[in-house]
Nanobody, 121 residues
Framework: QVQLEESGGGLVQAGGSLRLSCTAS????????MGWYRQAPGKQRELVAMITAGGSTNYADSVKGRFTISRDNAENTAYLEMNSLKPDDTAVYYC???????????????WGQGTQVTVSS
């Protein structure tokens, strides 16, 4: 199994910054992509940003120019740098990873437990 551990959420004023981290551990053969999703109260979970093993990135339109996703492949860790935060960014942020399990070589998709980000106006 592959576990994801997130950290870095918290309370920040509008215009402020936060950095989220997500580290994968367990029976990992390879990780194809890591990303961040978020879910606000009463809303569906949505993709925020994704990064592949090769470094290609994809962002939600609402965060382009403000958020930056990066990755340390050697440490199986992804980061989400969030700048110019807005109250609309308030949500639970979930880390996601897709790859191959080292025991079976089957594909896995794992989720973190979520970390709360609250942006006050």
């Amino acid at each position: 199994q592959v576990q994801l551990e997130e950290s870095g959420g918290g309370l920040v004023q509008a215009g402020g910054s936060l950095r989220l981290s997500c580290t994968a551990s367990g029976s990992i053969f390879s990780i194809n992509a890591m990303g961040w999703y978020r879910q606000a109260p009463g809303k569906q979970r949505e993709l925020v940003a994704m990064i592949t093993a090769g470094g290609s990135t994809n962002y939600a339109d609402s965060v382009k120019g403000r958020f930056t996703i990066s990755r340390d492949n050697a440490e199986n860790t992804a980061y989400l740098e969030m700048n110019s935060l807005k109250p609309d960014d308030t949500a639970v942020y979930y880390c996601n990873a897709v790859g191959r399990d080292s025991d079976s070589l089957n594909y896995f998709r794992s989720w973190g437990q979520g970390t709360q980000v609250t942006v006050s106006s």
